[in-house]
């Protein structure tokens, strides 16, 4: 669908229905009504976990829920080409969401699979190709209204491998290639019947032919593991923190050929390095002390280094106290890249990777929280605009999105906070500017901490992505490639 945007909008007169936009004033539009009148097809009250929309193909679905009013079916599955008449429903299924709001996981071979519950089967996998005869459940895994899906991991090599089980609470890595007879364990990595999952997660990275997940043997606590999607090739990769207690790790990502992992010790904020053997799996620096409670996150790719975001070694808290770093694999070469807020404070926040220019915002104690960009070094970390002139902010959240080297995000040019209007940036002062004035509100309650793409699966345009339901999404590939 070429370069179209699609996004979640609310105007007078017609509730949050279905947006699009060519980067354009003229090309940006509500696509259809859904609900007619002032009511929405994403409506506020619905907490959306995942993303209710994803890429298939070229044509995208997504959920509305039609619970609200008289006549109402409950959650259905559409699908839109970006056109009025082309927005059609797809199937509705009226107990969907008893398990949770649906989630799209994964997309290969034309189909795309999605966690949905009902009463009869509890939460487990459907399969959709876009129509309602190629839409059903893959399989009723743990049979009855039990609920199989306990971690939903990503994709690797074409399959989807998530944390499961068949009813008896012995929940482990699963893999599925959208069919009954495809849904196999890979490994029962901790035997017996408490399982070796802990909870939600998703692969960290994909590189050199393995991904790396946590789990839980029983005998080693929560620690890092790698996969190659066979029982053999399924093993621990380092017992990081010695005997039964759990590494707690917080941010991953895989660069230039090694795994980069931070982790919160009693030492402090560590940043560590993979390259997926116990022997090479080494701590690079304690970056942050004990003090400020948190580990370095927000890891991103730039220029085959790491960037990410970090209190010092003189901080004292973690509140406010974050600025930019970087890492080439060395104690020496892990520095911070530039204090735009000096002395004690912190600015940085929410990194994003766009056209291979790091954007993320910041507050320089001046202007406000307000859109940066940086290339890794301290005179390519700089302000792209002061969209708010002077000391109001215009970014106090975030919602970043690339489209084919073009950055798009919502903001408010009063500092009001409210309503914000869709952006787009080249990374240039002049190039940033107002697409549209539309009222894209954003839900109460906090954004999440790293967002979807730190935990691992395809960065790339048409994959799940997002938190909520005012995720702009792009439709520029085909098809979701492994990263």
């Not at 979640?8 to 090309?27: F, I, M, P, R, Y």
């Not at 030492?267 to 116990?278: F, N, P, Q, V």
Request: aromatic residues 10%; negative net charge; glycine residues 16%.
């Amino acid at each position: 669908m070429g370069n179209t945007l699609f996004f979640t909008a609310t105007d007078v007169g017609h509730g949050t229905e279905l947006w699009k936009s060519d980067g354009t004033q003229a090309g940006t539009g509500r696509v259809k009504d859904i609900v007619p009148g002032p009511g929405s097809a994403f409506p506020g009250d619905v907490e959306m976990v995942g993303t209710p929309f994803v890429n298939l193909d070229g044509i995208l679905l997504f959920f509305v829920d039609q619970s609200i009013g008289a006549g109402a079916s409950g959650l259905e599955l559409w699908k839109s080409d970006g056109t009025e008449a082309g927005t059609v429903r797809v199937m509705a299924h009226p107990a969907w969401g008893a398990e949770g709001y649906p989630q799209f996981v994964h997309v290969s071979g034309g189909q795309v699979l999605f966690v949905a519950g009902d009463a009869a089967h509890g939460a487990e996998l459907w399969r959709s190709d876009g129509t309602e005869a190629g839409t059903g459940l893959v399989v009723d895994l743990a049979p009855g209204p039990a609920s199989s899906i306990e971690g939903a991991l990503g994709s690797f090599g074409g399959l989807f491998y998530f944390f499961g089980h068949t009813g008896d609470g012995d929940s482990e890595l699963w893999r599925t290639d959208g069919t009954a007879a495809g849904t196999t364990r890979v490994r029962d990595i901790r035997p017996g019947a408490e399982g070796s999952s802990f909870g939600y997660q998703a692969i960290a990275v994909i590189g050199d032919g393995a991904f790396f997940f946590e789990a839980d043997d029983g005998v080693h606590g929560v620690e890092l593991w790698k996969s190659d999607g066979t029982e053999v090739g399924t093993v621990l990769v380092k017992d990081i923190t010695p005997g039964a207690e759990s590494s707690t790790f917080s941010s991953k990502r895989w660069v230039d050929g090694r795994l980069f992992l931070s982790l919160f010790t009693s030492s402090g904020g560590e940043l560590w390095k993979s390259d997926g053997t116990e022997g090479g799996t080494a701590r690079i620096k304690v970056v942050s002390p004990p003090s400020v409670g948190a580990a370095p996150s927000w890891f991103r790719e730039v220029n085959g280094l790491l960037l990410f975001r970090s209190a010092d070694a003189a901080a004292t808290a973690y509140s406010n106290t974050a600025e930019l770093w970087r890492s080439d694999g060395t104690e020496a070469g892990t520095v911070m890249v530039k204090d735009i807020t000096p002395g004690a404070a912190g600015s940085v926040m929410d990194l994003y990777k766009s056209g291979g220019t790091l954007f993320f915002t910041a507050n320089d104690g001046v202007s406000g929280r307000e859109l940066w960009k940086s290339d890794g070094t301290e005179a390519g970390t700089v302000m792209v605009k002061d969209i708010a002139p002077g000391g109001a902010s215009s970014l106090s959240v975030r919602k970043f999105l690339d489209v084919n080297g073009t950055l798009f995000f919502l903001a408010d040019e009063t500092g009001s906070a409210r309503p914000f209007q869709l952006w787009r940036s080249d990374g240039s002062e002049a190039g940033t500017v107002r697409v549209k004035d539309v009222s894209l509100s954003e839900p109460e309650g906090p954004p999440e901490p790293e967002g979807p793409r730190d935990r691992g699966c395809s960065a790339s345009p048409g994959s799940p992505l997002g938190w909520a339901f005012l995720t702009l999404l792009p439709l520029s590939l085909r098809r979701r490639r492994d990263e």
